[in-house]
């Protein structure tokens, strides 16, 4: 993920680094580990400290690609899409069109996308995968269990998907980066589910790669946010809740961890110092996003919401026929490079959650992503973009989404979570 930024205080670098082993080059493919590429997040924090630099090697590669250029939209990126021949249409959204968010944005506009540009990698430790567009120097990162920390394991991939009622599946897929495979650095992406007969409650976390337990950030993040969410749903509906006090309650919950942090460092007879959010940040930060849908329609309505607590995840919808409409983006879609920066990662933010609101029509599907896939979908147009569209309109198994989401680009090296709902009826 990203670089939180933060007021001009400075950063009292009072906690130690996790305990760091260098990692030996890695040979040996895994068959479930998906690599690819826009470049990983770390936290902006003023008067912090350089970041490690990374590893020769990943030096070396990424002499070949510059990973923070995204390709322009639609077709003007070097080396990646020069097939102009069927460019992306804009749709304006009808009178009619089912996603009507429920605050006063600008009229939703839809990009077609163009026809996929795929082919099946041939040979090597990826052969068998779908290179979308170019692949750069992707093909050379090999796959590793091996990792930068001391006894941390996070399992490469994970992946869920099921029918929830007649008219409603999910599926959520978190898979790590090829610049984490490079690095040592475990997965940082994480996400947790939770549903009761009402609602079902899929949080998204985005831990901020300079922290070196923030894949610990992200999975409390998410834990938590999705524990609450469905707590305060018991007793009211989406629009009713106290969503800064979802926000508090996974703030806290990241500043607990920080804490405890601390206190292994001094020793059980010592009290540690009392450490500030950013301090913390240093250590572990996270972004965290929920999407929230009804387990069936109701009177003929399936209105979903996104609960943005911190950080860039990009929402989208997916209509079949009018293509991709980009409904929340925590980036400058306009930009030509990603900014991998975010403002407000837990614990620092997550006071002010941003609550929206869209009902969903039959055929559809909502799609919350970390910035993993986002950066590389764009507005839609992209290679990526162009390859999800056809591979994301119908409901997934387990096994069709780990594949689908395991593509080869040029420009996909971060970790990658994305939570999807399907309106089947």
């Not at 690599?35 to 090697?57: I, K, M, N």
């Not at 020793?267 to 930060?285: C, K, L, N, Y």
Request: aromatic share 4%; proline share 9%.
């Amino acid at each position: 993920m990203e670089k939180p930024t933060t007021p001009d205080d400075p950063i009292v670098d009072s906690e130690p680094p996790a305990q760091e082993r260098t990692p030996a080059p890695v040979q040996e493919p895994q068959t479930t580990s998906p690599e690819q590429a826009p470049q990983p997040r770390s936290p902006v924090l003023p008067d912090a400290s350089p970041s490690t630099p990374p590893f020769d090697a990943f030096a070396e590669i990424q002499e070949l690609f510059n990973p923070a250029e995204v390709d322009a939209e639609p077709s003007a990126h070097a080396g990646v899409e020069t097939d102009a021949a069927e460019p992306p249409q804009l749709v304006a959204d009808d009178s009619e069109a089912a996603l009507l968010p429920t605050d006063q944005r600008e009229e939703l506009r839809w990009t077609r996308p163009a026809a996929p540009d795929d082919v099946s990698v041939q040979e090597g430790v990826y052969r068998g995968r779908t290179q979308v567009g170019e692949a750069g120097a992707m093909l050379r990162i090999l796959p590793s269990v091996r990792s930068k920390l001391a006894g941390a394991f996070v399992p490469d991939s994970i992946v869920d998907s099921g029918i929830v009622s007649d008219s409603v599946s999910i599926g959520v897929i978190s898979i790590k980066g090829a610049s984490h495979h490079l690095s040592g650095i475990p997965r940082q992406d994480a996400y947790a589910i939770g549903s009761d007969d009402s609602w079902v409650v899929i949080g998204i976390a985005d831990g901020v790669s300079e922290g070196k337990l923030s894949h610990v950030a992200a999975t409390e993040a998410a834990r938590v946010a999705v524990t609450e969410s469905i707590r305060a749903l018991t007793a009211s509906d989406p629009a009713d809740v106290s969503w800064p006090e979802v926000g508090r309650k996974a703030r806290e919950a990241i500043r607990a961890l920080g804490k405890r942090r601390a206190q292994q460092q001094v020793g059980p007879t010592d009290t540690a110092p009392e450490i500030s959010d950013r301090t913390i940040a240093r250590i572990m930060s996270t972004t965290c996003d929920l999407l929230i849908a009804p387990t069936a329609r109701k009177d003929g309505s399936l209105r979903v919401w996104r609960v943005r607590i911190s950080g860039d995840g990009s929402l989208y919808v997916l209509d079949p026929t009018q293509g991709w409409g980009l409904l929340g983006n925590g980036k400058d879609a306009a930009s030509s490079t990603v900014d991998n920066s975010v403002g407000d990662p837990l614990p620092i933010g997550g006071e002010h959650p941003d609550i929206e609101s869209w009902e969903l029509r039959p055929g559809q599907a909502i799609i919350l992503c970390t910035d993993g896939f986002g950066d590389v979908i764009g507005e839609g147009a992209l290679p990526v973009g162009r390859y999800l569209f056809d591979a994301w309109q119908q409901p997934l198994d387990t096994t069709q989404l780990l594949f689908t989401s395991s593509f080869v680009n040029t420009n996909a090296d971060d970790d990658r979570t994305a939570a999807i709902v399907w309106a089947t009826a």
